[in-house]
């Protein structure tokens, strides 16, 4: 009895003790919860500065507000109803329907003839909706050389190494050297340092992602980084926003200055933390063809210890060429955007662009090959064997490294530097004359190479410091209409937001339509201006974007719609 009650105290005692361990443990870690979640607050402060803070938490809740009652089965069967409507405009502008289309919807019983394949392709490419026609140069980007000479080599190359693939060296061994070859050629365009590597990707964005992961894998295995940050001017592409969601990396998106288009330094420095490891500056941006300063996010890189990425995708075999052509046409000085800049620790730099190789191959390039490494995926332990890829993927098409070693020994450095001259001139005869002629429109900042953008001279992102009042300034040509007019003339250009902008992105194919365009563009305005419908796409998506809080919401439905429209047979 007695040892029973005493056993009871001591039990009691016990638990009252272990009961006070468990009080402490659980402040120690509300405190560290409050602490962290604190930190994280913060830091989330600091780069977003208060204001943007406010607007973001504004934008989520009354986003958040709204999708919530988008659920009420009477708001929903409204949002349902558009959201079949623009399905079905979708399906109309891109499946072609009607008697005549056979669709092929399972194998054939039997194999069909080499000459009913090519009859098939025939009738396809003819069946409405009619494909754009690139040739005359009306398409912005998309097609970047088109030459037939050059179209002529690149098959040439394919044909040879069709079935090759280079996850298998020992069978393919000309196909390695030829994708070491192309790395090589890149590393030294953009004047990499000795110890320098790189390797190829299926195109930009796999290139970006494989940086993204590369930086995770480096900053976790040297830094001891657990929750990774990266800081990103908005004018980046949104490769780097899409490696960020496939790698777990939190993104800080940093505006530039709307006058000259280059990250906001400060903004960009705000946004540093201990979490941070990576930086991103555009040489050039896919918006609107402006450069970052390079020089100036290689130092606050190489201050922070992190990286820098610098993104040529678009620069491609521009960038590295502008520098003695602009010595040459007395264009100015262009500053420095590769690896000289100190800081810059990775370029991507797309081969299937400017460099005139058949789509589907890019080079992402490291200043040291250790940083390369953290790229890799090696599994010693895999049943099937031991498993080493250098990218994401694992097979991969030798023909297209073919034919990209192909396109670069047809061009050679005199090759690219006469498309770097007739790009380049034809970009800035663009900028020239939309300044000259057009004054309604506004080009965005000072473009260096290849693409010019343009808004609305009265766009309010214009007006800081200016002495229009609001109303005065806000009755611009609305771009947007300008962008579909000149659809409906034929030209495929790009819509912006942020400003609403509309851009062109120079070809080989655009030098000779200049004057067309400038032409047509000058309709396309007055037309704007006297007779806009709001009924073009980049009007509707665009305009549906900005105009209520559901609108992102809706964008992005209507963009999952077109999305499911590309695998409808
Ligand atoms: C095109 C582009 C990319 C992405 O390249 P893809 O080849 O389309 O994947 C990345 N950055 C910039 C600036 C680009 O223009």
Redesign the pocket.
């Known amino acids: 009895m007695t040892s029973n009650i005493s056993s009871t105290s001591m039990l009691a005692r016990l638990n009252r003790r272990s009961s006070r361990a468990f009080e402490t443990l659980k402040n120690v870690l509300l405190l560290y919860l409050i602490l962290t979640r604190t930190l994280k607050a913060i830091r989330h402060l600091r780069a977003r500065g208060f204001a943007r803070t406010i607007v973001d938490l504004y934008t989520w809740v009354s986003q958040e507000t709204l999708l919530l009652a988008l659920r009420l089965p009477r708001l929903r069967a409204g949002v349902q109803r558009e959201l079949a409507k623009a399905r079905l405009d979708i399906e109309a502008g891109m499946v072609p329907s009607g008697p005549s289309v056979t669709r092929h919807l399972a194998l054939p019983s039997f194999g069909q003839s080499a000459e009913w394949i090519v009859a098939e392709m025939d009738k396809m490419d003819s069946e409405a909706p009619a494909h754009a026609d690139w040739h005359g140069g009306r398409v912005s980007g998309a097609v970047y050389h088109g030459g037939d000479d050059m179209t002529a080599v690149i098959l040439a190359a394919i044909t040879r190494y069709a079935l090759s693939n280079p996850l298998h060296p020992d069978v393919f061994p000309a196909v390695r050297k030829m994708e070491a070859e192309i790395v090589a050629m890149c590393l030294r365009m953009y004047h990499a340092p000795d110890g320098a590597a790189g390797t190829t990707t299926s195109?930009?964005?796999e290139s970006?992602v494989m940086a993204v992961k590369a930086y995770r894998d480096w900053a976790r295995a040297e830094k001891g980084i657990t929750e990774p940050e990266m800081v990103v001017p908005e004018t980046a592409?949104a490769?780097f926003d899409k490696g960020a969601a496939y790698m777990g990396v939190k993104v800080h998106t940093v505006p530039v200055d709307p006058i000259t288009r280059q990250v906001d330094l400060k903004g960009v420095r705000r946004a540093i933390n201990a979490n941070t490891i990576l930086l991103v500056g555009?040489a050039i941006?896919?918006p609107d063809g402006n450069a970052d300063d390079i020089v100036a996010l290689g130092k606050l890189a190489k201050n922070a210890g992190i990286g820098l990425h610098v993104?040529s995708?678009?620069g491609s075999f521009i960038v590295p060429f502008l520098a003695e052509v602009s010595a040459e046409e007395g264009w100015g000085a262009v500053p420095i955007w590769d690896f000289r800049v100190e800081g810059v620790t990775s370029i991507s730099c797309?081969t299937?662009?400017y460099g005139f190789a058949p789509k589907g191959n890019?080079v992402v390039m490291y200043r040291s090959a250790n940083l390369r490494r953290y790229q890799y995926y090696v599994n010693a332990g895999w049943v099937g064997g031991v498993y080493a890829s250098p990218s994401l993927a694992g097979s991969r098409p030798g023909a297209l490294i073919a034919g990209t070693w192909a396109a670069m020994h047809y061009m050679g450095s005199s090759g690219y530097r006469d498309s770097c001259r007739a790009i380049v001139s034809t970009a800035r005869a663009i900028a020239a004359r939309i300044r000259a002629e057009i004054p309604v429109l506004r080009v965005l900042g000072d473009p260096p190479a290849s693409v010019v953008a343009f808004a609305s001279a009265a766009d309010p992102i214009f007006r800081k410091g200016s002495k229009l009042s609001a109303s005065e300034s806000s009755k611009g040509v609305d771009v947007l209409e300008v962008g579909d007019k000149m659809a409906k003339r034929g030209w495929h250009l790009n819509a912006l937001k942020g400003p609403a902008a509309v851009h062109i992105a120079v070809t080989r194919l655009t030098v000779p339509v200049v004057d067309q365009f400038i032409a047509d563009l000058k309709d396309a305005v007055r037309e704007a201006e006297l007779a806009p419908s709001g009924k073009g796409n980049m009007a509707r998506l665009y305009g549906l974007g900005t105009s209520s809080a559901v609108g992102p919401a809706m964008v992005g439905h209507i963009a999952e719609a077109f999305l499911d429209t590309l695998y409808k047979a």
């Open positions: 195109g930009g964005t970006i592409h490769a555009s941006n896919f993104d995708c678009l797309d299937h662009k890019s």
